[in-house]
Nanobody
Framework: QVQLVESGGGLVQPGGSLRLACVVSGLELDGYSVGWFRQAPGKEREGVICRMSSDGTTSYEESVKGRFTISRDNLKNMVYLQMDSVKPEDTAVYHC???????????????WGQGTQVTVSW
């Protein structure tokens, strides 16, 4: 059984930083692309906002490029999201996902976690 469990969310002020973590069990991450997506309150789920392939290549949506950094530790089977210079519009539940594949209409993923809430506010 594949499980992904996120942690590290919370309340952060605009301009601040937060680091999310995701531990994966039941699936060896080595060899797969991993990533994060989010869902803001009252809105539809966004597509994958950042992704890291098995060779370490990363890609980011424009809304988070230059502010968010994805990383992974295959030995620990974990995925991380470093969030810097956060904005109120980053408020959402953040989910990690794996493996991630290139679909016809964007990235698709087989498994994802329950998510961790990130709230950016004064």
């Amino acid at each position: 059984q594949v499980q992904l469990v996120e942690s590290g969310g919370g309340l952060v002020q605009p301009g601040g930083s937060l680091r999310l973590a995701c531990v994966v069990s039941g699936l060896e991450l080595d060899g797969y692309s991993v990533g994060w997506f989010r869902q803001a309150p009252g809105k539809e789920r966004e597509g994958v906002i950042c992704r890291m392939s098995s060779d370490g290549t990363t890609s980011y949506e424009e809304s988070v490029k230059g502010r968010f950094t994805i990383s992974r530790d295959n030995l620990k089977n974990m995925v991380y999201l470093q969030m810097d210079s956060v904005k109120p519009e980053d408020t959402a539940v953040y989910h990690c996902a794996a493996p991630i594949w290139a679909g016809v209409h964007g990235y698709v993923y087989d498994y994802w976690g329950q998510g961790t809430q990130v709230t950016v506010s004064w």
